[in-house]
């Protein structure tokens, strides 16, 4: 498979799980699930009431909880029209299903960033994203302006620029393949507290994953949030708790704006 529908594929594992790590008390559905499905399994609504193309469509992140609805995407333009028209179709059809009570909306306010750290040297990527308006998620992948040691340190001087397509190409399927097994490890395993979900990985030699982002705030005081924990051979660095870095559309950069796929 390409380097495109790896790095595809990692951004949208990689925000659908955080989501549930960040909204540990809701119950939320991914791509892997049907509108049909969702609505019958939960009985929200009438999944009778679908029309016959609408029952095989599969939202990025239902949240059956808040009655909200993400499309992940990546950061350009085409992926927000993209996305505000596919989180259009899923919204009108959820609420056909719903007779009475509350409605679906697009869901706001959810961000984070990860960064992955290479074995042998190699930059430090990361991976952004935002809710640009309401039911788009968008993302990018930058990488280390320079090369780092610590990913610690490398978070500090978030200097991030473009991928080169030589990078991408090289890598992007061993990111693919890491995060992939890293998140079906995680999702078999209970998170630490029940909610923080702190996840570390090691694949061979290619590759590190390491969240960071506010759920670190989480951690509390306890011995766990001074002696990160390890697992798999790495350890997980908690970075300092604060709002992740944005970048405005204007200087969002231009490997962010890459067709990757959905």
């Known amino acids: 498979m390409s380097w495109e529908f790896f790095l595809g594929n990692a951004a949208h594992r990689l925000i659908a799980y955080m989501y549930g790590v960040s909204h540990p008390s809701n119950e939320a559905y991914y791509n892997t699930e049907t509108i049909q499905a969702i609505v019958t399994k939960t009985g929200l609504g009438d999944a009778s009431l679908l029309q016959p193309q609408e029952r095989i469509l599969r939202p990025d992140i239902t949240d059956v909880f808040s009655l909200s609805l993400f499309e992940i995407k990546p950061w350009n333009e085409q992926g927000l029209k993209e996305g505000r028209e596919e989180a259009r179709v899923y919204l009108a059809a959820l609420n056909r299903t719903i007779l009475v009570g509350k409605r679906f909306t697009g869901g706001t306010d959810f961000q984070g960033e990860t960064l992955i750290r290479f074995a042998r040297g190699q930059y ?139």
């Open 124 to 262: 430090i990527w990361r991976l952004a994203w935002r809710t640009t308006e309401p039911g788009v998620i968008q993302y990018q992948w930058t990488r280390s302006q320079q090369r780092f040691e610590s990913q610690a340190v490398a978070y500090e001087a978030g200097q991030w620029v473009e991928l080169t397509e030589q990078e991408m190409r090289q890598y992007g399927g061993w990111l693919g393949q890491a995060v992939e097994d890293m998140v079906r490890r995680r999702e078999r395993l209970a998170t630490f507290s029940g909610a923080v979900g702190i996840v570390i990985e090691v694949i061979g030699t290619a590759a590190t994953a390491v969240f960071s982002g506010e759920i670190f705030g989480r951690m509390g005081s306890g011995t766990s949030a001074r002696q990160p924990p390890t697992q798999g051979g790495g350890q997980v660095i908690p970075f300092p708790r604060q709002q992740p870095r944005t970048t405005s559309p204007a200087q969002v950069p231009a490997a962010a704006g890459m067709s990757l796929p959905r």
